[in-house]
């Protein structure tokens, strides 16, 4: 089933309608407690017990000068001395060495080398024609599979190395049960952490090439994912409380399945679901047989995520397009005809409800299916509101497009990162944006507060994790190459579950609901 693309009114930006002013260049968001965020002057961060006290968190340093991260991308070619050959000689070489774009290359330059009576025989005319047939195939491929032409450099500033030159830091990912995480680093090592204690496992391996991606496996001890360069590599670990081990690892290859970009593991942990920007095919793999079945459709993929139920698989295309698949008999809905390709998504805990965003686009859309199946959501996604930058009365500028989405995992709490441009590295915006959003009895996100890291610090990734009820830390790797993690006390929580009604971030105010609501979708029942 083919849906028609988002629904785009215009809207003017949210961030213009309400009065809370956010955190100034020397302000640091330490927490959020009740709705009310607490910020510290930067220079008196460390000084003050009183924060100590709320905020017992530690600051992450990572070292700058860790080994960058390159793509070689010179060719063995100019190694060796050219030979004289006939034509249909050089063709055959460079179908071999470039393929298609690699005959019409060949036949542009043989087509320069030839003297007026050569142009005038017919087999110039059959080369002309021959060019004219690979030019039209090779259009279309580069229109149904753009991402198979991208260069090496182009491809690692895309989906291997997203943040550029600025962090350290390129892959971050939570254990679903405890709390310990893993982070990749752009010298292809992956660290595992605890917040508990200051060591750290280093993770390192050969094939270990390019890491862009990390995935805990579900209701399986300490078995991690790490996808990159040449593939999907399992990380088999012991652990304790105070210490992780190694144990054993497993490579996951598929030819042409390369470089993996983004993974999922399915909750119940029995499958992993991979995506390459370079391959047609969506990957599940049964890793314990190390076995993959492919799921053809044009375009690469660009991003997974798995519904927290099991039953749906999103997955974005490098195009303009993403499909939702229904994990029983792997049927899919599509839709197309989006503005640009996805850039991030989400899934609500109940696995209902997805939010995602697209390529320099400022709006954040969503889909409803009612039901839990495919077929219920109806065929346009729900532009829910315009985060378009605006100034505030302080000087700040706040929103612009949209990088990530985190949707904490009892669905209280949404947070979003921005960009001026996607495409410009250093052009992310300093404040990160809260929103309050409740499931039950009908869905709505109203707007809840501004985090902020210190000066010149920009958010590269964010990830929630629940370490206890009421309570849940949403961590951020900053621009500088440190993590900082800023706990929410969710003492509200209940109140919202219960009458899903959100008590105002600013004391004489009016609540939320009746002020700031941004999307609520009892107006479209």
Not at 132 to 153: G, Y
Request: glycine content about 6%.
């Amino acid at each position: 089933m083919e849906n028609t693309n988002t629904s785009d009114p215009e809207q003017p930006s949210c961030f213009s309608a309400i009065q809370i002013l956010p955190p100034t260049e020397n302000q640091v968001t330490i927490c959020e407690k009740n709705c009310l965020y607490l910020t510290e002057d930067a220079d008196q961060l460390r000084c003050n017990s009183h924060v100590t006290q709320i905020s017992s968190y530690k600051r992450i340093e990572v070292n700058n000068e860790l080994e960058k991260f390159r793509i070689v991308s010179s060719s063995v070619r100019s190694a060796f001395v050219k030979q004289q050959s006939n034509y249909w000689q050089k063709i055959s070489r460079a179908w071999k060495t470039c393929g298609i774009s690699g005959i019409v290359q060949e036949l542009s330059v043989i087509e320069g080398s030839l003297d007026d009576n050569q142009k005038a025989t017919w087999t110039f005319n059959l080369q002309k024609l021959t060019e004219k047939v690979l030019t039209c195939i090779l259009n279309a491929q580069k229109r149904w599979f753009p991402a198979s032409f991208m260069i090496n450099k182009q491809l690692e500033a895309s989906y291997l190395h997203p943040h550029g030159k600025r962090s350290s830091i390129v892959a971050l990912a939570w254990h679903p049960h405890i709390s310990k995480f893993a982070v990749g680093f752009k010298d292809n090592t992956v660290r595992i952490m605890s917040l508990t204690n200051d060591k750290y496992n280093l993770l390192k391996h050969g094939q270990q090439e390019g890491v862009t991606c990390l995935a805990w496996r579900p209701f399986a001890g300490s078995t991690l994912a790490v996808g990159g360069l040449h593939g999907i590599i399992i990380w088999y670990l012991n652990s304790t409380r105070d210490t992780t081990s190694r144990q054993g690892i497993r490579l996951l290859e598929c030819k042409k399945h390369s470089p993996v970009v983004t993974m999922a593991w399915s909750p119940t942990g029995n499958y992993l679901a991979s995506g390459c920007p370079l391959d047609n095919a969506l990957m599940i793999w049964d890793v314990e047989s190390e076995t993959c079945t492919p799921l053809r459709r044009s375009g690469g993929i660009s991003l997974l995520k798995w519904s927290p139920d099991g039953s749906k698989l999103f997955a974005a295309s490098s195009e303009s397009i993403f499909r939702v698949w229904e994990t029983r008999w792997w049927s899919c809905e599509k839709w197309s005809r989006l503005k640009s390709s996805c850039k991030s998504a989400c899934w609500s805990p109940d696995g209902k409800i997805l939010l995602f965003s697209l390529r320099n686009d400022s709006s954040l859309y969503f889909l409803n299916f009612k039901d839990g199946k495919l077929g219920s959501s109806g065929e346009v996604a729900t532009n829910l509101t315009n985060l378009q930058r605006f100034e505030f009365g302080n000087g700040v500028k706040v929103g612009g497009n949209i990088c990530n989405l985190s949707w904490e995992n009892d669905g209280s709490r949404l947070a979003v990162t921005f960009s001026n441009n996607d495409d410009d590295e250093e052009s992310n915006s300093e404040v990160i944006v809260t929103f309050l959003t409740t499931l039950k009895p009908n869905f709505r996100i109203s707007l809840c507060g501004f985090i902020r890291g210190e000066a010149n610090e920009t958010p590269d990734l964010i990830e929630f994790h629940s370490s206890r009820i009421n309570k849940t830390l949403l961590s951020v790797c900053w621009s500088s190459g440190y993590m900082s993690f800023i706990p929410f006390y969710l003492n509200e929580l209940r109140q919202i579950r219960q009458t899903g009604t959100i008590n105002s971030p600013m004391p004489n105010q009016p609540t939320m609901k009746n002020n700031i609501t941004l999307y609520s979708n009892i107006e479209q029942q």
